[in-house]
């Protein structure tokens, strides 16, 4: 499991991290996560990879609101996931096993037309909805999905793809894109997260149009759990702004 921090843009504070499963193999090195996780959808293991990386992500939470840092924790689930109706139980039980909060828990969602459009995932949606849940329509832009559609979807937040904001410091049409994502995500109350913030230029973009969150490499890539735990004591002892609960500002880069 790999950690990368969510990070609120008016003052650069701590909000969130999103869970990342990550696999070193011994003899192929790093094997990119879309290819291992076909490889579970393919032989049936992928129910057993999400619940590794729930109960994982539900634990840290329960151990950083410990430590005085209540963060939000986002997984990520692919769309065959939402279609098993034992999930919002499953979700429920590691919630209250480890007494997290509902609303501690980010569900990221792919931007799947299948999905967006209702079908099959709708019940398993709004059941999560129905526990405190929050969820998140990942990589929006990328897909054929439009605000429309996510009108129809118990969702609270959108992340804008990271194609579009890497580009936006040169490119008008993708600065109009995310400009056009955040007011609208605004005007249908969601909170807005930028993806691939990688430069103090694109930070400051964001900042003008006011984004809510962003998240990428400028503030930290994403850390294996005893790295992301060196990073935020590094964070804490440094900053003398620090809030009482433990809430983090002015975030430095990890390489």
């Known amino acids: 499991m790999y950690f990368q921090p969510k990070v609120a843009l008016t003052d650069r504070r701590l909000v969130g991290v999103e869970c990342l499963a990550r696999w070193e193999h011994p003899v192929h090195g790093q094997v990119a ?3 291992f996780v076909a490889v579970a959808e393919h032989t049936g293991q992928l129910t057993r990879l999400n619940a590794v990386v729930l109960r994982e992500g539900i634990r840290r939470a329960r151990q950083w609101a410990d430590a005085g840092r ?20 499953q979700i429920s039980e590691l919630l209250e096993e480890h007494g997290v909060p509902a609303d501690r828990l980010i569900l990221e969602i792919t931007e799947d037309e299948g ?37 129809r979807l118990p969702v609270q937040e959108v992340k804008i793809d990271r194609t579009f904001v890497q580009g936006m410091a040169t490119s008008p049409s993708d600065l109009a894109i995310v400009r056009s994502v955040v007011d609208m995500a605004r005007n249908f109350g ?11 230029l694109t930070l400051g973009l964001l900042e003008d149009m006011r984004c809510g969150m962003g998240q990428g490499f400028l503030f930290s890539r994403p850390l294996p759990y005893e790295r992301f735990e060196s990073w935020l004591q590094v964070q804490t ?13 002015w975030l430095r880069a990890v390489p």
């Open 33 to 35: 996560p879309p290819d």
């Open 70 to 89: 209540p963060l939000a924790v986002a997984v990520n689930l692919s769309p065959r996931t939402l279609g098993d109706a034992d999930l919002p139980l």
């Open 115 to 151: 999905l967006l459009a209702g079908g099959r995932a709708l019940p398993t949606l709004e059941r999560l909805c129905d526990l405190g849940v929050r969820l998140s329509v990942d990589d929006f832009g990328a897909g054929r999905s439009s605000f429309a559609d996510l009108s």
């Open 190 to 200: 969601l909170d807005v997260v930028a993806e691939g913030v990688e430069s103090e």
């Open 237 to 249: 002892a440094s900053d003398p702004t620090r809030a009482p609960a433990g809430e983090v500002r």
